[in-house]
């Protein structure tokens, strides 16, 4: 099966660039995808198509696939930035998969 | 505005049955690919059942136990889950396909509150 590994966490300071990478097998080849997610609340779709922002979500949020490997950047992280990320991809013997996730901490 | 409410959660004894049931509205259900996405408690995101068109998936972790529908005069989706194990204890998303001109998107764009399910004795 199919499997996306993600870091478990990520410190990052106000101000400052986070990076969150996202890994599995060919990646490049699909399509990545991003979600946010805070305590108590539904995830949020930040990035598709491994680049794209849907409508709403703030130009800080950036994404790029490739290889094996996808990221999601947030540019002048903020505090409202704090929650947990997970990538996805969907593969033909899977379907969605979704990484371990990452926890952003803004120290 | 979308919305996505799901319902039917609750407390189950192992071997049980229960069954969840999504109401949509805000969008024409009839034309999105839908899926229940869950969660169990601290853990990360698992899919666990689409339908779009007339076709109907599920995880492997699910198959054989858990049926996914929908009722487009109602714009319901349903999942009835049976033969239930501690291990599908998580709270459980309703989610809708991203659809786009391209049809190439696979992700989800709009998610329910979700519904607590509990099993255990």
């Known amino acids: 099966s199919y499997e996306l590994t993600q870091p478990p966490s990520v410190s990052v300071s106000p101000g400052q660039t986070a990076s969150i990478t996202c890994s599995g097998d060919?990646?490049?080849?699909?399509?990545a995808y991003w979600y946010q997610q805070k305590p108590g609340q539904s995830p949020v779709l930040v990035i598709y198509q491994d680049g794209k922002r849907p409508s709403g979500i703030p130009e800080r949020f950036s994404g790029s696939n490739s290889g094996n490997t996808a990221t999601l950047t947030i540019s002048g992280t903020q505090a409202m930035d704090e929650a947990d990320y997970y990538c996805q991809a969907w593969d033909s013997s899977t379907s969605y998969v979704f990484g371990t996730g990452t926890k952003v901490t803004v120290l | 505005e979308v919305q996505l409410v799901e319902s039917g959660g609750g407390l189950v004894q192992p071997g049980g049955s229960l069954r969840l049931s999504c109401a949509a509205s805000?969008?024409?259900?009839?034309?999105?690919?839908m899926s229940w996405v869950r969660q169990a408690p601290g853990k990360g995101l698992e899919w666990v059942s689409s339908?779009?068109?007339?076709?109907?998936y599920h995880a492997d972790s699910v198959k054989g136990r858990f049926t996914i529908s929908r009722d487009n005069s109602k714009n319901t989706l349903h999942l009835q889950m049976n033969s239930l194990r501690a291990e599908d204890t998580a709270v459980y998303y309703c989610a809708r396909r991203y659809s786009d001109s391209s049809g190439k998107n696979r992700a989800f764009d709009y998610w329910g509150q979700g519904t607590l399910v509990t099993v255990s004795s």
């Open positions: 060919k990646l490049g080849d699909k399509y």
């Open positions: 805000g969008f024409t259900f009839s034309n999105y690919g």
């Open positions: 339908v779009s068109g007339g076709s109907t």
